[in-house]
């Protein structure tokens, strides 16, 4: 296995180090796309493919009063992410569990937020997973997306190359998958500079 797999599905030490690289390496764009959403304190969120859990730290700030749930389908992920979360997972406030996003093992309507920050390139079928999201948010609920690549610059086609079943989207298949799974209100948010795209999808 290249080590650029781990960005997939993180294994052993090169996945852990992978993790440690996303948390670091992924944060301008977390940011940027944190701002085109306003967050309610008391808040229940989900973030899919949470990789090494820095983001749920950024949910954690943000929602004060509520709770984050981190879920990843490798391994490595989790314990990354329960690593930087324990204060929070100690306090009650936060859980990570494994999981796959195309059998999201929760109940209906469960939560507010709905988080995919550099993940839906590796999801088995967009539609089936947005039906999930779509079924575990609440009426209502936000389903946010945040890709570093926009489906336009013929550089990161390299990327698709080195990792096995990646697929880098434009917003306009995105928003397509969205529609079909069943979200109603859809806004794009794009930085062209960057290729970034966000994508913030009513249910």
């Given at each position: 296995?290249?080590?650029?797999?781990?960005?997939?599905?993180?294994?052993?030490?090169?996945?852990?180090?992978?993790?440690?690289?996303?948390?670091?390496?992924?944060?301008?764009?977390?940011?940027?796309?944190?701002?085109?959403?306003?967050?309610?304190?008391?808040?229940?969120?989900?973030?899919?493919?949470?990789?090494?859990?820095?983001?749920?730290?950024?949910?954690?700030?943000?929602?004060?009063?509520?709770?984050?749930?981190?879920?990843?389908?490798?391994?490595?992920?989790?314990?990354?992410?329960?690593?930087?979360?324990?204060?929070a997972i100690?306090?009650?406030?936060?859980?990570?569990?494994?999981?796959?996003?195309?059998?999201?093992?929760?109940?209906?309507?469960?939560?507010?937020?709905?988080?995919?920050?550099?993940?839906?390139?590796?999801?088995?079928?967009?539609?089936?997973?947005?039906?999930?999201?779509?079924?575990?948010?609440?009426?209502?609920?936000?389903?946010?997306?945040?890709?570093?690549?926009?489906?336009?610059?013929?550089?990161?086609?390299?990327?698709?190359?080195?990792?096995?079943?990646?697929?880098?989207?434009?917003?306009?298949?995105?928003?397509?998958?969205?529609?079909?799974?069943?979200?109603?209100e859809i806004?794009?948010?794009?930085?062209?500079?960057?290729?970034?795209?966000?994508?913030?999808?009513?249910?």
């Amino acid at each position: 296995m290249n080590f650029f797999e781990n960005t997939r599905k993180p294994q052993g030490f090169g996945g852990k180090l992978m993790t440690k690289m996303m948390n670091i390496g992924h944060a301008k764009l977390s940011q940027w796309g944190f701002s085109n959403i306003s967050v309610n304190p008391d808040a229940t969120v989900l973030d899919v493919g949470c990789g090494g859990g820095a983001n749920i730290v950024a949910w954690l700030g943000k929602c004060g009063n509520g709770h984050v749930t981190g879920m990843d389908y490798s391994e490595v992920s989790v314990a990354e992410s329960q690593k930087l979360n324990a204060t929070a997972i100690k306090q009650g406030k936060c859980c990570v569990v494994q999981g796959d996003v195309s059998a999201i093992p929760f109940p209906d309507a469960v939560f507010d937020y709905v988080s995919a920050f550099e993940t839906v390139y590796f999801w088995p079928g967009l539609e089936k997973c947005f039906f999930e999201v779509n079924r575990v948010l609440k009426n209502g609920g936000t389903f946010l997306i945040c890709n570093e690549s926009d489906g336009t610059n013929a550089a990161d086609e390299k990327w698709t190359k080195l990792i096995d079943g990646m697929k880098i989207y434009t917003s306009d298949q995105l928003i397509a998958a969205l529609k079909e799974a069943g979200f109603t209100e859809i806004k794009m948010y794009s930085n062209t500079k960057n290729h970034w795209i966000s994508i913030v999808a009513t249910k």
